[in-house]
């Protein structure tokens, strides 16, 4: 008889077992980056994260001899079931131990369980807990650190999830390329004309106005994201927790917004890669981890950059100035980078593997595509 059991978590100590279990799996990975704990805390919690005014979710541990070897989440989004489909649910936050073969397919079991009593239909994951947070199961890249709000998984997750008859959904792309080479002709042609536009105001963002200009930037990407596959709406209260989040990690010169005709028309945001500045932290801001990444944050110097989130409202997307806006923005983004943040590399992504004109944009001279994500799916 299988000493592994399968439980769902209810305490405090618990969730904290739940947490610090990525820390059995990749404490001999040199690539994998430590989360910040309160930062995990906090995607789990109803109350913190407004995802839960509109989700319910399940957390299980897989224990053998009262140690954990697995982990799994299962959740039901209601504006996931608005927007993509009835009968949709979601599983995600999948963690198993190097060697152990039954925890994976009972773990997977678990959550496709929980789907069904509540009547869901079919299931897509990995996402952790939704796909604002981190979305799909990385599948290349694996020598690569991940990037701030990245996820790296172990490679043998892909076997282990096919195995239970998964297939592919969608593939998401981050791509990778060197920022000191400047941006070819081409796109450098269309820039210039851009800047000669008395139509076109490219503005940095005023963190003096932050609240406003966050609600700018979230609802101009609730327009622009609003036809892609997997779109799910910010609602105002999560508009207002990522821009909490995010006030920190922002800087004036590298989040800009382009107007056309007086009207925000897009968007670019570009982040140092904070996992930089936190990997060294081991998860914790306590108690000296706070005070030493507010320093970093006061001037950081990275190696890379990321471009997390860029659109383009719907009305001026399919055409000329849908990429004279971006590459505006990512040239603007691109000098400051180098220049005030020492940066060498950045990251763009993740876009989706059908979305022509992001991967146009992303296909820049000297880009690679660095990483691949995998969100699965499987009829119940």
Not at 13 to 28: G, L
Not at 34 to 61: D, Q
């Amino acid at each position: 008889m299988s000493d592994l059991v399968i439980r769902p978590i209810t305490t405090k100590a618990d969730k904290k077992r739940f947490v610090d279990f990525a820390w059995d799996v990749y404490k001999d990975d040199p690539v994998w980056v430590p989360p910040l704990k309160s930062e995990v805390l906090g995607l789990m919690t109803p109350g913190e994260n407004p995802w839960f005014e509109h989700g319910e979710a399940a957390f299980f541990l897989a224990e053998r001899n009262g140690r954990p070897v697995g982990r799994i989440s299962a959740q039901i989004d209601r504006l996931v079931l608005e927007h993509m489909g009835p009968g949709i649910g979601n599983w995600g936050m999948y963690e198993v131990l190097d060697g152990e073969t039954e925890a994976g397919p009972a773990l997977i079991a678990t959550a496709e369980a929980w789907l069904r009593e509540r009547q869901m239909t079919r299931a897509l994951g990995p996402i952790s807990i939704s796909i604002w947070d981190e979305p799909g199961l990385e599948i290349t890249g694996f020598d690569d650190p991940p990037t701030a709000m990245m996820g790296h998984h172990r490679p043998a997750y892909e076997a282990q999830i096919e195995g239970e008859g998964y297939t592919k959904a969608k593939d998401l792309y981050c791509y990778a390329l060197d920022i000191r080479v400047p941006l070819e002709p081409l796109a450098q042609r269309l820039i210039q004309a851009g800047q000669r536009s008395s139509r076109i105001r490219l503005r940095e963002v005023d963190k003096s106005r932050f609240d406003e200009e966050a609600a700018i930037i979230l609802n101009l990407l609730n327009d622009a994201w609003s036809d892609n596959w997997g779109f799910i709406p910010l609602t105002p209260s999560e508009i207002a927790y990522a821009g909490k989040k995010l006030k920190t990690i922002i800087f004036e010169d590298l989040v800009v917004i382009a107007e056309v005709d007086g009207e925000p028309a897009s968007f670019m945001i570009t982040l140092p890669d904070i996992n930089e500045l936190t990997r060294d932290l081991d998860g914790k801001l306590f108690p000296f981890g706070w005070a030493k990444l507010l320093w970093r944050l006061r001037k950081p110097k990275v190696h890379r950059m990321r471009v997390p989130l860029m659109g383009v409202a719907k009305k001026h997307q399919g055409g000329r100035l849908a990429g004279q806006l971006a590459f505006m923005m990512i040239e603007y983004c691109r000098i400051n980078s180098v220049e005030n943040y020492g940066a060498s590399h950045g990251e763009f992504g993740w876009v989706l593997e059908d979305n022509g004109g992001m991967l146009a944009i992303a296909d820049l001279r000297g880009s690679r595509r660095s990483k691949v994500y995998r969100i699965y799916e499987k009829a119940l």
